[in-house]
């Protein structure tokens, strides 16, 4: 296997059980698309002093970079790739494979997009929305519509929402629905703050089946749940495309 090198320069904490790596890569001539991911080697010694060879895949959670990325990691309880990873120290190295994937932008100009993520499944996603609406800086003529509804289950799981309002900010063609399925406060719902699961909200969307393709990533449950809701509303298959994790 092709192994390429990676230095960690900074290891962030998004919440108590998700957080971020970056890194740079030993050459600066790494090219990816959004949404595709890498695959890292955990270290895997054995009292007879060789080595398991164990593979963990991640999406890269950073819009495409040459030599950069970021991963968005939620820790597992006994999981070895998240708990290896979770103990790097920035200046420590890795050796992963990629990049790889096939669940990339395909969207024309002319369509809406709807992207539906629970959980770090928002990690490809927010790679192509940052992506997506970069480019159309240098178009702007460009009117195309982004539309994200980001699941999670309580208020304390809640991350990359500075991120998301920045984005919503600066760019008038991106909105972005952040719900809860479990909060843990009454004051959630109270602000006017969306509650329940993202099926709920694609139940309320107004969808134009001609003219709207969607991205969804997260829980293979969830994946499946979504992808029957909107077939559905009318939505043809091919107009959907999905990565889903177990």
Known sequence: MDFKIAT???????????????????????????????????????????????????????????????????QVENGRGSTYLKSLK???KIEFLGPLGHFTFKTSPDKSVLLIATGTGIAPLKSMIEDQLTHQLQSPASTQQFNLIFGARHIKDIFYKTELDALAEKYPNFKYTLT????????????????GRVTAHIDQLNLDTTSTEVYICGLKDMVLQVTETLQQKGLPKEAVYFERFN
């Open 8 to 74: 960690l320069t900074k290891h962030t904490a998004l919440t108590y059980d998700v957080f971020e790596l970056t890194f740079e890569t030993e050459t600066t001539d790494l090219l990816y698309e959004a949404g595709q991911f890498v695959t890292i080697k955990i270290p895997q010694p054995t009292t007879e002093g060789n080595e398991i060879l164990l593979l963990r895949s991640y999406s890269i959670s950073s819009r495409p970079t040459p030599g950069h990325f970021e991963l968005c990691i939620k």
């Open 90 to 92: 920035p200046g420590e």
């Open 180 to 195: 809860l399925s479990q909060p843990e406060s009454e004051d959630w719902e109270a602000s006017g703050s969306k509650t």
